[in-house]
């Protein structure tokens, strides 16, 4: 996940093979019919708040369609089709792009500068104390007050033949919620002919500074219809991070076999859940350090409307969030988001990885380039 810059041109030039070679078809899955692909691109500009902002709305004309703001680099809507040709919104989120300035829940939103928490708020660097907001009781989470997820992003989009892309950029100032370092981001969405959603985010720092960077998105395979707790999820972790009353890692990697962690094999999320107080929420090491090495991390299926999304990334884990805290306050569309509505699955490094040595670093020097890539491939089965 950092390199020094000397080596980026190589990494971009493997990106293409990452992303086209962890797509291989199942027997029983349905492949797209390429050849009737027709992008089509709509650009709108929308008020949050005192800010402007852009929504792009991208469709491959394959059935496939999502909607991303420039404010807070958000995917309000993500249309797939079902294994009867249907195509249906997969993603909680508000009705209005000017809702999202009150988005406490982060639905579909960019997170950073670091994603999950920090426990106290505080970290070390290079001997200095720094305190970031604390805005999860006594932590620090996704970012802080004024995270990724609240920001307009400098955005435009790009059109090729086989995907088209949404590509963002942000600077943040030296001190931006207590983080040290001027840090550099780019974030860069790509819709592609064969159903699949690619993310790359990119940043570079003058001082060191910390990162995390991942995607907050609800899933939901069954368009809304009912809850998460009947899809089946499979997890290619063999450890996990257990946590303290207050959601922080205790520093130690346990083993999932024999849990009702253990989603190594395909399990509904709600079979065990009553195991886990307060429903999931916890850090799957898929691979316990950095590496540039794009790999499946999970597979979500929903099997009344044949919906399969695969996940895959280079980071080394992926929390596991059942919509526990959803509490019934919005409704779109006559679907009250109630708990366990959606789902989220976010590439990351370990939570509170600043204050644990043996957790892989987040650490990010002058430089050095922060990357990580995340990619979602939507089937039928």
Not at 176 to 181: C, D, I, L, M, V
Not at 296 to 317: F, I, N, T, V, W
Not at 326 to 346: A, F, R, S, W
Request: with cysteine; proline share 4%; aromatic share 10%.
């Amino acid at each position: 996940m950092y390199k020094p810059l000397t080596k980026c041109l190589m990494g971009i030039a493997l990106t293409g093979i990452l992303f086209s070679s962890c797509n291989t078809p199942q027997k029983d899955e349905k492949e797209m019919d390429k050849e009737t692909v027709n992008f089509k691109v709509k650009v709108n500009e929308v008020k949050v708040g005192d800010k402007n902002a852009k929504v792009f709305h991208l469709d491959n004309g394959n059935g496939m369609e999502v909607e991303i703001s420039s404010f807070g680099g958000i995917i309000s809507k993500l249309i797939v089709p079902d294994k009867e040709g249907n195509s249906e919104n997969i993603v909680l989120g508000y009705e209005n792009i000017a809702d999202y300035d009150n988005n406490d829940y982060y639905f579909g939103a960019a997170i950073g500068r670091f994603g999950n928490r920090i426990a106290k708020g505080q970290f070390e660097l290079d001997g200095q104390t720094y305190q970031l907001a604390t805005n999860d009781g006594n932590n620090h989470l996704h970012g802080g007050l004024l995270g990724f997820n609240r920001v307009v992003w400098d955005a435009d989009v790009q059109e090729g033949e086989k995907s088209v892309k949404v590509i963002m950029s942000y600077s943040s100032p030296d001190g931006e919620e207590g983080y040290p370092g001027n840090l550099k981001t780019t974030l860069t969405f790509e819709l592609t002919a064969d159903n699949k959603l690619l993310l790359e985010f990119e940043s570079e720092t003058d001082q060191a500074t910390i990162v995390n960077l991942t995607h907050h998105g609800y899933f939901n395979l069954s368009g809304m219809k009912e809850d998460i707790l009947g899809h089946q999820l499979t997890l290619n972790a063999s450890k996990y991070t257990p946590v303290d009353d207050e959601l922080i890692p205790t520093g130690e990697l346990e083993p999932v076999e024999g849990t009702a962690f253990d989603f190594t094999s395909s399990h509904k999320v709600g079979e065990r859940i009553a195991e886990v107080p307060g429903g999931y929420d916890h850090n799957f090491v898929v691979k316990e350090s950095h590496s540039d090495e794009l790999v499946k991390m999970a597979e979500l299926y929903h099997e009344a409307s044949g919906r399969l999304m695969e996940l895959y990334a280079d980071s080394p884990a992926v929390q596991f969030y059942s919509g526990n805290f959803l509490d019934g306050k919005v409704t779109v569309d006559n679907v009250t988001y109630n708990q366990y509505m959606g789902l989220c699955l976010e590439p990351q490094t370990f939570p509170n990885a600043p204050n644990e040595p043996s957790f892989p670093t987040a650490r990010l020097n002058p430089g050095e380039k922060y990357t990580h890539k995340i990619a979602y491939h939507f089937k039928v089965k």
